[in-house]
């Protein structure tokens, strides 16, 4: 899943933003201490109260503009970006402004190279990273401060930095894994029933905007239960797969396929109302007949407004159509197994 559809991903992003602000606001404090204690034996105390009002400032803008709307957009990682740069600026001044390289202030440098690590993906921690060392470097430099000391304090940095970009690296990774398998089905490979649903919210959001329709299929196979009782665990969940794979090789790229549970499975089509729906089905419902047969549910936004309307409407013209037809079908799954497999007894 796109990391900007990804609903617990953009609540983590939101949550990151309101920990950044805490953190600023307790390194200004503590900032704020060092100032005062060290006002009549230092320079440069106002200019460093100054610089303090502008980062005190930059947390009230965030809050009064509710920042954190800005992760679900297209800007996110800009907003990031730009947010740990003006930091980055902010502390190397600071550094300038008490002596260099051995001014205490260069330390804020490390939590903002851990908060990269916990918050960011990892090309933003690495130019959190290189910004740090660079801010380093510059203020040893431009105060004249001893070689040693720079290259000492950098030199943290830069071990600091690569251990937060790994850390970035794996965090990153291990989000993505348990995204992945916390929305997709374990046996077929599809959605289940989270990932479809989110998927849906997703999709719907869209139309809205747009205007377009969107049609949610739902296929329940017919007696599904007796290929389980008669031929066993793992045919039944071999024919799921198939059914999966059927599914999926009638799909365009933007349409999505879940499993919501048992032999019930979904599809949602951008772009579709009911009645372009029908041929899809009934293809569908032909492929399907070379193994089981199926019922089938049709429900489209706009008549129906939200995820769980769809769902409603699908699913009750779906058991309209398993009662149709009980009475009538033979056992289809059994005549299908055993057609398809000629081994089997």
């Not at 690296?169 to 894994?177: C, F, G, V």
């Not at 849906?200 to 239960?225: H, I, N, W, Y």
């Not at 197994?337 to 089997?344: G, N, R, V």
Request: contains cysteine; aromatic residues 8%.
């Amino acid at each position: 899943m796109d990391d900007h559809k990804d609903p617990g991903y953009l609540r983590f992003r939101q949550g990151s933003v309101k920990l950044g602000c805490l953190t600023t606001l307790a390194a200004s404090v503590m900032v704020a201490a060092y100032a005062a204690g060290t006002w009549g034996d230092r320079p440069h105390r106002g200019a460093i109260a100054a610089l303090l009002v502008v980062a005190l400032l930059s947390i009230v803008l965030m809050v009064a503009f509710r920042a954190e709307r800005v992760v679900a957009t297209r800007w996110c990682d800009v907003f990031f970006a730009g947010w740990s740069t003006s930091y980055v600026v902010i502390i190397t001044v600071f550094a300038l402004l008490d002596g260099g390289s051995a001014s205490p202030l260069t330390l804020i440098f490390f939590p903002v190279l851990v908060f990269a690590a916990l918050c960011y993906p990892l090309p933003l921690a690495v130019w959190v990273g290189v910004g740090s060392l660079t801010g380093a470097i510059v203020a040893g430099v431009a105060t004249g401060s001893h070689a040693d000391v720079t290259v000492f304090v950098t030199g943290c940095l830069a071990l600091t930095a690569i251990m937060c970009a790994w850390q970035a690296h794996t965090l990153e990774r291990q989000r993505r894994d348990l995204a992945r398998a916390s929305r997709t089905d374990h046996l077929t490979g599809c959605l289940n029933r989270r990932g479809f649903h989110e998927h849906t919210q997703t999709e719907l959001a869209r139309a809205f905007r747009s205007g377009e329709p969107v049609a949610l299929v739902l296929v329940d196979l017919d007696g599904f239960k007796a290929v389980n009782d008669v031929h066993g665990h793992a045919a039944g969940d071999e024919l799921l797969c198939w059914v999966v794979d059927q599914l999926r090789a009638g799909l365009r790229p933007s349409d999505a396929a879940g499993r919501l549970g048992g032999d019930e499975f979904a599809m949602l089509l951008p772009g579709i109302d009911i009645a372009a729906a029908r041929p899809v089905v009934e293809r569908l419902r032909t492929v399907l007949a070379e193994r089981t047969s199926a019922s089938f549910g049709i429900a489209a936004h706009p008549d129906q407004a939200d995820a769980e309307a769809l769902l409603a409407h699908a699913d009750a013209e779906l058991y309209r159509e398993k009662r149709r037809g009980a009475s009538a079908a033979p056992d289809l799954s059994r005549v299908r197994l055993e057609q398809a497999d000629p081994h089997w007894r």
